[in-house]
């Protein structure tokens, strides 16, 4: 017999976020996945889409239906009524149990040398390759089919981060931190990220791939803030930083008082319109362009630091 549920479609205010998702966690409530709300944006050049960064995210939950449907959204009303208006139910719907078949979405992609496959993965030539990396999505994302991490990983494949200290900013489900634990970078390597479930995808990620917990230092939160900042190694070789042009600008004072002279940062999720904007930031804060990739408007570039480390 098909199983029932209920799909609540909830909006929580930002401040909110890590404190419901980690109560949800604990509760009967099956949590589906976090993200943001986006916004169509007109432009220029035509289209183009943003993270509405003032507004709530939205938050997806389920339940299986064992009782009346009214009953179970009063509950779920009063569940969430301790948050007052910085929890909301949006929307609520019924949807069948798909059991895996919502796996079918995520398949294999070979970038380069490597594949990038989630662990359920059968493809003979997949399970038969020498060059895998293993990555589950989650609530963190980061599947490794975007332009921008699959360039970032082919940069990665040219400049090999064997012996280097690496940072990496945006680290979702662990996707370029993993990768370069498994070419050889020091360990641990830094992984950044805002949404807590980045914390538990990483470590799954991790496993699937098996890798110590220790090999990855995971740190929760806004890098911006001198909170988290102070969490951060005072120096590292290589940073990774795929976000988006205007988030790459606005970190630059962290990027550049924690790389090394020499060292390099790997910019991602420009758009071509900001491209220039982007390198001129970095240009004037004393690094040098010496790779730049594009796929279709997404542009990827690797910047080296050369002037003396910020004090």
């Not at 060059?131 to 994302?141: M, T």
């Not at 040219?158 to 990768?179: E, H, M, N, Q, T």
């Not at 538990?200 to 699937?208: D, F, G």
């Amino acid at each position: 017999m098909e199983l029932t549920w209920n799909k609540y479609t909830l909006l929580v205010d930002r401040e909110m976020e890590d404190l419901f998702v980690g109560e949800v966690l604990e509760s009967s409530y099956t949590l589906g996945w976090v993200e943001p709300q986006i916004e169509v944006l007109t432009t220029e050049n035509g289209y183009d889409y943003a993270e509405n960064a003032d507004g709530p995210v939205i938050v997806y939950l389920f339940e299986p239906i064992g009782d009346s449907e009214d009953r179970l959204v009063e509950r779920l009303r009063a569940y969430i009524s301790r948050w007052g208006d910085a929890v909301r139910l949006q929307h609520v719907e019924q949807v069948a149990e798909e059991n895996d078949s919502w796996k079918d979405e995520f398949r294999e992609v070979r970038v380069g040398e490597w594949w990038i496959a989630p662990s359920w993965n059968t493809n003979e030539e997949v399970l038969t390759a020498e060059n895998v990396l293993w990555i589950d999505p989650g609530a963190a994302f980061g599947t490794g089919y975007h332009g921008t991490t699959q360039d970032i990983l082919r940069m990665l494949q040219k400049w090999s981060p064997a012996g280097k200290r690496v940072l990496d900013i945006g680290a979702g489900s662990g996707i370029l931190s993993l990768f370069c634990v498994k070419n050889g970078a020091a360990k641990p390597v830094w992984a950044v990220d805002i949404n807590q479930q980045s914390n538990y995808q990483i470590r799954v990620n991790a496993a699937n791939n098996q890798l110590q917990e220790e090999d990855v230092t995971i740190v929760i939160g806004d890098i911006v803030d001198p909170g988290v900042e102070a969490e951060l190694p005072d120096e590292v070789d290589l940073i990774l930083l795929n976000i988006g042009g205007d988030e790459d600008v606005s970190i630059l004072p962290v990027v550049d008082k924690h790389l090394a002279t020499g060292g390099h940062v790997i910019l991602s999720g420009i758009v071509e319109w900001n491209r220039e904007k982007v390198i001129a930031a970095y240009e004037q804060a004393g690094f040098r362009c010496v790779e730049e990739s594009t796929s279709d408007e997404w542009v990827t570039v690797m910047m080296e630091k050369i002037n003396q480390r910020a004090t």
